[in-house]
């Protein structure tokens, strides 16, 4: 029987829904409303969330003492670089997985999944050291590399989420057909997992791109993406709250918009095989 | 040519023996079907012929060369799965050409053999389409048009039919029966169907527990059962098994009689019917008999007995099967 929902019950909770997601919001409201202020308002106390005298120089301002391009070029490069990468090396791991396990496959996911619950601040000197040694330090590829890394398992656990949903028998008539290993990848398995694999690239894209410690750790200037370019505004000189709100909102705006674009997509790749 | 032997096959998962060790030749352009109940190993064995599984030991040679190790594409054998297994993200034309891509085959001729196939099986319509607009009989003929383009030295079936429904399962029955004819190639069919075994094959083989319990035509099969379980596995209804004195009286532990071979009005078997279902062309009855247990009896359609009707019943003597203890037939 459906559990009966009142009108008052309804209210509730829509307005306790609605109230949760602007706290979650906020942050992001706060930030985009006060990229549009000027310095005096954005400190003004008590705080004001609307200011009266709206303007759009700290973007200008923002836009001629860095370079944006540049940053955001970056951005582009490790998030879908370290996602490529990671997705040629987690097709085949995740086809292993899920069509020949193991006795021990179940516990080698664990142990990949629980790599990602490791603090990164404990690796970060040994990293370091590492990229200086290996000159990978501020390289592109030095940080595609990492980010690939960190998050190789959740690509892996998610695409063998996709592949499990997959019927052996399909892969076996490929082979049947005279497919080789690469062959019924590529044109079997592959083109059957595209809605998977679609939202796999895009939640790695975007968590690549938000990342923050390892990106500002591991660069200096030349291969910094969007999250250095936010830091490099609290200067010692001091915070400059809407010129950093402003650059924020230009960091976050691209991704933003990616993920409000793809909602109906990441939504059901994350849910893809809960429900049958 | 295709020409398959099994030697001493033993197939293993682990510490259970699926196949504990099954030799059999399978001739050239034979319809050979291995029938049995679920888990009898029929697929696994199925599978071990196409290459899908390893043997844990034996060998496999089929046209005389060994093929035990070879991968199931070098095995040149095309399967019918019973989930048809088609590509979903492709067309018709590209399910069935498939075989052919892999195979290094040219557009052109690739083309031409998907168009022969699609004639032979009525699918020229539907060429276009992809395997989730089609109905259960035409993805399972999608699959037979993909097997077919291989032409490949035998056709393996795992229970392809099971998956139909019980009208479009008789006319697909046929339609391979007629694929058979005309192509000539060795067939292996895999089916828990009896009357599917009974009706397609040129030999059935007879699984029980990874053994095989016999081989033969159907209806040697159906004439002289080799032991209890073939005997009361072949034909429909079941064959009737008796033990006890009357089993005695003919010199055996069990005796089986067929339902269609047991007379009514006269003899020495009396009994009440339990239960009479008329099929239109026969009725079958369920007879509580007199010392000897529930007996399936065929009877004619017209008949017009009826439950609760006391019968008397007499075996059709050169029709009795004799069985020892073991459940050996005996001669």
Redesign the interface.
Known sequence: MARAVTPRRKLLLTASAWSVALLIFFPVLWTVLTSFKTEVSAVASPPQLFSADWTLENYAEVWQRSDYPRFFWNSVVLSVGSTLLGLVIAIPAAWSMAFVPGTRTRDLLMWMLSTKMMPAAAVLIPMYLIFQRTGLFDSRLGLVLALMLMNLPVIVWMLYTYFKEI?A??L?????????LW?EIL??LT??A?PGIASTVLLNVILAWNEAFWTITLTTTKAAPLSAFIASFSAPQGLFYAKLSAASTMAIAPILILGWFSQKQLVRGLTFGAVK | MGKITLKSVRKAFGEVDVIPGIDLGIEDGEFVVFVGPSGCGKSTLLRLIAGLEDVTSGTITIDGKDMTELPPAQRGLAMVFQSYALYPHMSVRKNIAFPLKMAGVSPEEQERKVQAAAKVLNLGDYLDRRPGQLSGGQRQRVAIGRAIVREPKAFLFDEPLSNLDAALRVSMRQEISELHQNLKTTMIYVTHDQVEAMTMADKIVVLNAGRIEQVGSPMELYRSPANLFVAGFIGSPKMNLIEGAEAARHGAATIGIRPEHIDIGRGDWHGVVGLSEHLGSDTFLKVMADGLGTLTVRADGEVSIKAGDRIRMSPQPDKIHRFDKDGKALA
């Open positions: 019927p028998e399909i076996e008539a490929a082979r049947m057909d005279g497919a080789n062959s044109y079997v083109p059957m595209v």
